[in-house]
Antibody, heavy 127, light 107 residues
């Protein structure tokens, strides 16, 4: 069974870079059928897609330019991991960050949706 | 960017009642719409994909309908464990976007 696990510092200082890694087990990150996403939920807010990456390194960013310009994503297929870096972090980036697998195809079992999620990790940006 | 608008923001119902949640897209997303259930302290759970298909293990009381710009998630008879946040999500176009959520609370 596929499992995803977020890891990284839970506390980041304002203006520094927030860095998270998602480790995938029970499946392969270079599976051509899937993309790998980062989703966050700020306190009292809804879900927000931060960005999505394919195993080749192609990325798809949030439409919000102020967020997209600060996001860097990467994939390490040898470690079955992918990572998020969010530069110039502010208190507004405080959130629970989830990594999740996204089906880039349509079949009887899934279609363009996130079918497996990590448990989430709270990252607090402090001043 | 495709904007998804969910209504109502909060829905107050009792166990056994029928819940109807709405998601409206700013432009057509065909049927590329999914629904998720999210409980505090847990990861979101995929309920419905491709507008009307239940994900693996999802009870039959959950159903989805719609196409184009208007979608509905229906819970036919609410169980105590169904009270949670619900989100819709589209990927007809990149970027992936979520609705702002509907809170289903016990009346």
């Amino acid at each position: 069974q596929l499992q995803l696990q977020e890891s990284g510092p839970g506390l980041v200082k304002s203006s520094e870079t927030l860095s998270l890694t998602c480790t995938v087990s029970g499946g392969f990150i270079n599976d051509k059928n899937y993309f790998w996403g980062w989703i966050r939920q700020a306190p009292g807010k809804g879900l927000e897609s931060v960005g999505t990456i394919y195993y080749t390194g192609s990325t798809f960013h949030n439409h919000n330019a102020s967020l997209a310009s600060r996001v860097t994503m990467s994939v390490d297929t040898s470690k079955n991991q992918y990572s998020l870096q969010l530069s110039s972090a502010t208190a507004a980036d405080t959130a629970v960050y989830y990594c999740a697998r996204f089906a880039g195809y349509c079949s009887s079992t899934n279609c363009y949706s996130f079918d497996s999620w990590g448990q989430g990790m709270l990252v607090t940006v402090s001043s | 960017e495709i904007v998804l608008t969910q209504s109502p923001a909060t829905l107050s119902l009792s166990p056994g009642e029928r819940a109807t949640l709405s998601c409206r897209a700013s432009q057509s997303v065909s049927t590329y719409l999914a629904w998720y259930q999210h409980k505090p302290g847990q990861a979101p759970r995929l309920l419905i994909f491709d507008a009307s298909n239940r994900a693996t293990g999802i009870p039959a009381r959950f159903s989805g309908s719609g196409s184009g710009t208007d979608f509905t998630l229906t819970i036919s008879s609410l169980e105590p464990e169904d009270f949670a946040l619900y989100y819709c999500q589209q990927r007809d176009n990149w970027p992936i976007t979520f609705g702002q959520g509907t809170r289903l609370e016990i009346k």
